[in-house]
Every structure is written in structure tokens, then in C-alpha cells.
């Protein structure tokens, strides 16, 4: 989750940009960079990881006078966090910071390589600043040569440039990632979100895609595919915290509307055509594999259970699943044919990161899906992969609980491929289901203001039973620990065939049920059993493609030929339910009682 920041003007740069990518920093990133020219001078840092990084390294410089300056916080997709790899990408006399992914950049690489030159990076942000510089070489006009690079462009990008070619100007271009300009008498600033600017420039205006143009002399000229076009500035909102979450009530209820998003970055450059590829696995991570066993905690581990029935059913390995706490203390038998899994979004849990250090001890190989690079889990796996969900700040997960079971779905196609136990139609089967995933995550004005009216109904009562069976009884675990830990309610996720095993005593009007009845798995098994419970009077919140006559409330979802389609879209009905009954009570959402977001004790 990348954030821009730019400025140009007489203030001190070094500043404004650090100052600005500070307030990006609640997005996520793992290394940061500045360039600015002044008096035709081109200064440039970089650094990995903190922020604090950069302004060590920058902290004898300092801008003066008039100048143009652009910054970068980078959240890794083409490349590993190094320095080389982030942002702002040089040429010979231009830098370029960007955010999105250029689709075309390896076609465009390959010409330029053609032409002689040279990449320092492995991102697809460097082809923007050589191509324009080739442009350059040949029209010597900058405001020409940036329009024919934008041209070239195909995919989602938001770009800042400047050159030493034309030095009191900064060249920009949106189409698809955000971002905004901010005006203050003549200064401008550029940034991805409101918050970098919010308190320096006064008025905003918020670039629609296929803009692009240019600032200079503290004009700016804009331009889309019609030609040059006016624009109407918006005066600037001044409360950063309202900002950080983009209108949104809470960070969780932002972060559920990102899910669609996110989900985009956790696939790319992993779901290719026709494979699932993973270019931070060695080859031979599973030689001699023939076992797996995955060990996490609270919502991780809930999709540590989902992803044990997909390795289990379609890469035909056996996958053990354990809660990282009883795992330590239960003296396990340690195979070293097992592949052994961490799941974590804070890379921090300790119970994690002990049963990791216990299976490193036993010789076992170890994998971990982990949301942040360098956390102590990933240091100590053998190979990890991120989950790139930008930094969650809710306490209660659910950006990060989609991607890590989004990225147990590649691993297990990627696993089934490696030991050649899928056909290939069945591969294309769910490669094509997952590029559908998104959309399956969108969260709609009608969908939401339908669970906000029915949450009324469900403040009260003795208690609530989430149930689903398969892949559908750990989202019912999810769904029940959302609920619980932001609403306060005692809420049970069951596996809905084991109800009359004895939770059916509890049955009764007060007793509410949260059914999971996929239309693309089981559904005669789920409804046969809801009917059970509804014979008791038990209350019915059906959610399901298929009408249910007997529900008392009923979700009607859309996608029902795919588990895993049908997985990701009720799995947004659950955190909105569990949101709008939190919000209904009066509680914080974002830090319930007694929670902490990163549980660092045992
Ligand atoms: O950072 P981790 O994924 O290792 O955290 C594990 C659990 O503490 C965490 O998932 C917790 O259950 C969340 N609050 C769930 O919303």
C-alpha cells in the first residue's frame, strides 16, 4: 500500500515529504524515499524499512529556496524491499515515484533494454522515468515527452515526475490509484490521501482517472484524453484522524471495504495465466515434503483451518492444524517430511513464534503467511509469504483473516501443481474463480444498509450459534469471534452437523442462528440441519444464493458456483453484521475491551 507525497515551492522540502510520508505510514510500506531538485540540483535518499531510517540518513540536508521534491513510501509487489527497489526511481536526469502496477512494463522494459538501457531495479515504475527520458532525448520538450509516456502506459498508476531537464516543474498522471492536489497561494502539494497535506495546503482537488499535466509557477494545467480541461478546487478537511479513515466510522469498517482492494495486491504477479506462481519460493521448499502442518492463533488459525480443507481436497496432501498454545505444551511428534506453517498477521503472536522455534529446533522446514515483512516469524522461517494487506489497525481482523486465506487457496494450487496432483482443467477452474475474488468482496450500499437495519433485532437474547459445515465451519469460527470480541456477545461458530450432538438443547426464540448455506457445497446437508433448529424456534439469520422459507432474517447472496466465492462473500456478511451490532452497542470498535492487536505474551 504505496503512499506519494510531492511539493513544489519556496518551503523547506526535506520536511514537507518526511512530514507527509509519516502521515501514509498507517498504510504499510518497507523502505521510503525523497528526490528533490533545487538551483538545478538533484538530491535523492533512500532507505529500507522505518521512516526513521530515511530521516537518519537524510538528517545533515536540508532544501533552500525554490524547488520541486517528491517522496515515496513502498510496500513491495515487483521486487523485494531493497533500497535499489524503492522509490524515486532514477534515470540520468529524472526521478519518478508511483503507485499501481504498470501491466505493460515488461514489454516496455524489453524495448528500452533493446535500446541499451540500463534497469538498476526489478520494479515496474522504472520503464515510466526511462521512457521519458528517451522521449526527452529526442523532442527535448519535457511537457511532450511525459504526455508520450503516459500514453504508453497501460494499468493502474498515480505518478509524480521531475527532471533537471525542466526543473521548476512537477509532471503528474492518475488513472486508477489515488491521488490529489493541494493548493496554498503558489505552493502545490501532491499525495495519495488528504492526510499529508491537511494542515499546510487549504484547498484540494481530487484527480479523476486518465488526468495528468503539470505544475509550474504555481499553476497547474490538467489534461485528460479530450485535451486541456478546468478544474474546481474543494476546500481541504482539517481533521486528520477523520482522514486516515476515509470517511469511514472506524478503521475496521474501512478495512472491510478495502478487502476488494487488497485482495488485487495479494494476488499480483502470483496468479498468472495458467499458474500460481511464487517467486519467494526456492524450488526445493517441497522436496521431501509429504506433510503439512499449520500452527497459529485466533483468526489466523481460523484460516489455517479453511486452508487444511483445500490442501487437504485439492493438493492431496495431509495438513494438520493446531492452536499455536496447546501445540507447545503437548510434546508433538515432529516428522521431518513435515512442512511446517505459521500463520500470522502481526508476525509477533508469541505462542506463534514459539511453536516456530520448536519445529526449527526438530529440523522441520517452515513456511510462514505472515502481513508484515521482517517481523520476528518471518526472520525466523525458513521462507515466507507476505499477505500485502497494507497495515489493519482495527483489533478485530479482517483484511488480514481474507488475504492469509487467499493466499492458503495459491499455496494450495501451488503445492498441487509442484506434486502434480490437479488436472489442468481443474486448475484453470480455480484460477478463474480466483480472479473473480474480488468482486466477490465488494461490499454494496444495499447489502449494508440491509445488515444496519437487521442488526436491531439482534442485541439481545442468550446468545448466538454460527454454524456451516467444510470450508464453512471455520468462517462460522470467524464469524463468532468477530462478533464476540466487538459486540460482547456470546457467540459459538459450530459445525452445523454436530448440533444435535447436544448444543441443540440451548435451542429457542432467544437463541439466534447465523446459517452459512452455500449453494456450491453441501446445501441439502446445512439445510436439513437449520430446519432442525427452526422445528425448535430457535431464530433464523439465513445466508445464502438459494430463498430459505424457513429463515427468519435472510441474506441473499449472489455468487453460488464457487466454495471459495461463496466463502469471501459471506464472510463480508459476517464482519458487517458483527460491525453494525458493535456500533448499535455503543462499543469501540477498533479497541474492544481487554484486546490487544499484537498479543506479544504467552
Ligand atoms: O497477529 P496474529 O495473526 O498472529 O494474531 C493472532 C490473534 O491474536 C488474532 O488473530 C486475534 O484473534 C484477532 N484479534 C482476531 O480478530
New binding site residues.
Given amino acids: 500500500m504505496c503512499g506519494i507525497v510531492g511539493y513544489i515551492g519556496q518551503k523547506e522540502k526535506k520536511e514537507i515529504l518526511l512530514d507527509g510520508l509519516q502521515e501514509l505510514e498507517y498504510r504499510g510500506y518497507d523502505s521510503a524515499g525523497i528526490a528533490v531538485i533545487e538551483n538545478k540540483h538533484l538530491k535523492n535518499f533512500k532507505a529500507v524499512g522505518r521512516l526513521q531510517n530515511l530521516r537518519d540518513k537524510t538528517d545533515s540536508y536540508t532544501s533552500s529556496g525554490f524547488g520541486v521534491s517528491i517522496g515515496h513510501t513502498r510496500w513491495a509487489t515487483h521486487g523485494k524491499p531493497t533500497e535499489l527497489n524503492a522509490h524515486p526511481h532514477r534515470g540520468e536526469y529524472s526521478f519518478v515515484v508511483h503507485n499501481g502496477i504498470i501491466e505493460n512494463y515488461q514489454e516496455l522494459k524489453t524495448e528500452l533494454q533493446k535500446e541499451g538501457v540500463k534497469f538498476l531495479s526489478q520494479t515496474d515504475t522504472e520503464t515510466i522515468v526511462h521512457l521519458f527520458e528517451k522521449n526527452y532525448n529526442a523532442t527535448s520538450n519535457a511537457w511532450e515527452s511525459f504526455s508520450k509516456t503516459i500514453e504508453k502506459l497501460e494499468g493502474a498508476y498515480a505518478t509524480l515526475l521531475i527532471t533537471e531537464a525542466e526543473a521548476e516543474t512537477i509532471f503528474f498522471a492518475k488513472n486508477g490509484s489515488p491521488m490529489l492536489i493541494g493548493f496554498n497561494g503558489d505552493d502545490v502539494y501532491f499525495a495519495s490521501s488528504d492526510t499529508p497535506i491537511i494542515g499546510k495546503a487549504t484547498e484540494v482537488y481530487y484527480l479523476e482517472d486518465g488526468e495528468y499535466g503539470y505544475t509550474k509557477d504555481g499553476k497547474v494545467m490538467l489534461f485528460n484524453a479530450d485535451g486541456e480541461k478546468s478544474f474546481t478546487k474543494q476546500t481541504l478537511a482539517t481533521d486528520k484522524a477523520m482522514a486516515q479513515k476515509d470517511g469511514y466510522r472506524f478503521f475496521m469498517e474501512k478495512e472491510i471495504y478495502e478487502q476488494t482492494q487488497v485482495m488485487n495486491d495479494t494476488m499480483m504477479g502470483r496468479v498468472l495465466e495458467s499458474k500460481i506462481d511464487f517467486e519467494e519460493l526456492d524450488a526445493n521448499l517441497l522436496e521431501n515434503i509429504s506433510n503439512i502442518k499449520i500452527c ?5 488459525y481460523h484460516s489455517a483451518l479453511t486452508g487444511s480443507y483445500l490442501l487437504e481436497r485439492i493438493a492431496k496432501i495431509p495438513c494438520q492444524v493446531e492452536i499455536a498454545s496447546e501445540f507447545r505444551y503437548k510434546e508433538p511428534l515432529l516428522r521431518d517430511d513435515t512442512l511446517f506453517i505459521t500463520i ?3 508476525g509477533e ?1 508469541a505462542d ?1 513464534l514459539e511453536a516456530l522455534k520448536m519445529a526449527n529446533r526438530a529440523g522441520l522446514k517452515s513456511l510462514s503467511i505472515c502481513n508484515v515483512d521482517n517481523s520476528s516469524i518471518v526472520r525466523e522461517s525458513d521462507a515466507a509469504i507476505l499477505t500485502r494487506a497494507g497495515i489493519e489497525k482495527g ?3 479482517t483484511k ?1 483473516f481474507a488475504t492469509q486465506t487467499m493466499v492458503l487457496w495459491m499455496l494450495t494450487l501451488y503445492v498441487a501443481q509442484v506434486k502434480k496432483t490437479i488436472t489442468p482443467e481443474l486448475l484453470k477452474e480455480e484460477l478463474d474463480a480466483m480472479r473473480h475474488t474480488p468482486k466477490a468482496l465488494l461490499v454494496t450500499d444495499k447489502l449494508h444498509t440491509k445488515l444496519n437495519r437487521l442488526s436491531k433485532r439482534y442485541l439481545h437474547g442468550h446468545g448466538f450459534f454460527f454454524i456451516g459445515r467444510d470450508l464453512f465451519f471455520p468462517l462460522a469460527l470467524e464469524g463468532a ?1 468477530k462478533l464476540k ?1 466487538i459486540s460482547y456477545l456470546h457467540a459459538e461458530g459450530y459445525p452445523s452437523g454436530e448440533m444435535k450432538h447436544g448444543p441443540i438443547a440451548l435451542a429457542d426464540s432467544e437463541l439466534f442462528t447465523v446459517a452459512l448455506m452455500p449453494k456450491s457445497l453441501h446445501y441439502e446437508k446445512i439445510k436439513s440441519n437449520v430446519e432442525e433448529l427452526s422445528a425448535r424456534d430457535a431464530t433464523i439469520l439465513a445466508i445464502s444464493p438459494e430463498p430459505f422459507e424457513l429463515a427468519d432474517d435472510f441474506i441473499q447472496t449472489i455468487y453460488g458456483t464457487h466454495p471459495m466465492l461463496e466463502f469471501f462473500e459471506m464472510m463480508v456478511v459476517t464482519q458487517i453484521l458483527a460491525l453494525e451490532i458493535s456500533i448499535r452497542l455503543g462499543n469501540d470498535v477498533d479497541m474492544p475491551r481487554n ?1 490487544a492487536k ?2 506479544t505474551v504467552e
Fill in positions: 497459529a492463533c485466533g483468526t489466523s500470522s498477521q502481526s503472536t506463534t483489533v478485530a481482523s488480514a469471534l470480541e484486546l499484537s498479543v
